[in-house]
T-cell receptor, first 117, second 111 residues
């Protein structure tokens, strides 16, 4: 089945530093990947849509200069949280859409827990 | 904008009881509806995906129905077990491919 990995699974960083999270589709190609964040006891909120070879599309209220997204290949998208602050602490989850799939299904990564001190 | 509501927010049942989780939505123009399970601190596990043209899907003890005309989906879990304790999320895929999630129902199955 379609597998999506994320790295790292958790990260702790100091305030003001930048953190990069990778999302990979392991056994399929994905021109589109999605980035979500989830606060404790809340549902997933879409942050941005990552398109291979073009700029990401950000949802309203998400700072594009704060959350840099790069989708350099059909199997890799990265999210960089720049100048991280404690309020950026959250669970970040990516998903990837299988181009060859007939059901438009998205497959989710295991998530990355970011803690900013 | 699609709004997805899940009721109840939390549910506690004794082992062996059947579970009924509800999901309602406002816009029926969707490709599919998907039910996920999320364990604490973990990612999402896809349980069932119902295509827009389908009425239900079944997998083992799980059965999900979809009624687009009324904007409702129901996830049934038969003969619940303590291992079924988790948060269950429903999500709708509209034609712009941006999934809309409900807030989830947190289920506790007591041994």
């Amino acid at each position: 089945g379609a597998v999506v990995s994320q790295h790292p699974s958790w990260v702790i960083c100091k305030s003001g530093t930048s953190v990069k999270i990778e999302c990979r589709s392991l056994d399929f190609q994905a021109t589109t990947m999605f980035w979500y964040r989830q606060f404790p006891k809340q549902s997933l909120m879409l942050m941005a849509t990552s398109n291979e070879g073009s700029k990401a599309t950000y949802e309203q209220g998400v700072e594009k200069d704060k959350f840099l997204i790069n989708h350099a290949s059909l199997t890799l998208s990265t999210l960089t949280v720049t100048s991280a602050h404690p309020e950026d602490s959250s669970f970040y989850i990516c998903s990837a859409r299988d181009l060859s799939g007939v059901y438009n299904e998205q497959f989710f990564g295991p998530g990355t827990r970011l803690t900013v001190l | 904008k699609q709004e997805v509501t899940q009721i109840p927010a939390a549910l506690s049942v004794p082992e062996g009881e059947n579970l009924v989780l509800n999901c309602s939505f406002t816009d029926s123009a969707i490709y599919n509806l998907q039910w996920f399970r999320q364990d604490p601190g973990k990612g999402l596990t896809s349980l069932l995906l119902i295509q827009s043209s389908q009425r239900e899907q079944t997998s083992g003890r799980l059965n999900a129905s979809l009624d687009k005309s009324s904007g409702r989906s129901t996830l049934y879990i038969a003969a619940s077990q303590p291992g079924d304790s988790a948060t269950y999320l429903c999500a709708l895929l509209p034609h712009d491919y941006k999934l809309s999630f409900g807030a989830g129902t947190t289920v506790t199955v007591r041994a």
